[in-house]
């Protein structure tokens, strides 16, 4: 059984950072490969920055770029998502993924397991 268990959200004001973790456990870390997503109210869930297994490779929404920052710590079977210079616009649930292989992708059909979410809101 994987699991995926996210911390870290919180309110925070506009050009704020945060940082989520999302520990896992159940699976060989370093084949899975990990992505965030987040959904707002009212809106689909969509794509936020992944890995790949082995961390060497990383993939971002142009929303966040240059803004946020996806690594993995492999040993501690951990990844994270640091997020500075915070809108209100990011404002959402963002919840962790688990690909079954190491390949990095922002589409959320490549994910199988999913953890329960945490709430980041940024106010102006």
């Known amino acids: 059984q994987v699991q995926l268990v996210e911390s870290g959200g919180g309110l925070v004001q506009a050009g704020g950072s945060l940082r989520l973790s999302c520990a896992t456990s159940?699976?060989?870390?370093?084949?899975?490969?990990m992505g965030w997503f987040r959904q707002a109210p009212g809106k689909e869930r969509e794509f936020v920055a992944a890995?790949?297994?082995?961390?060497?490779?990383?993939l971002y929404a142009d929303s966040v770029k240059g803004r946020f920052t996806i690594s993995r710590d492999n040993a501690e079977n951990t990844v994270y998502l640091q997020m500075n210079s915070l809108k209100p616009e990011d404002t959402a649930v963002y919840y962790c993924?688990?690909?079954?292989?190491?390949?990095?992708?922002?589409?959320?059909?490549?994910?199988?397991?999913w953890g329960q979410g945490t709430q980041v809101t940024v106010s102006s």
């Open positions: 993924a688990a690909s079954p292989n190491p390949y990095r992708s922002r589409v959320p059909y490549d994910y199988d397991y």
């Open positions: 159940g699976r060989t870390f370093s084949r899975s490969a």
């Open positions: 890995v790949s297994g082995s961390g060497g490779l990383t």
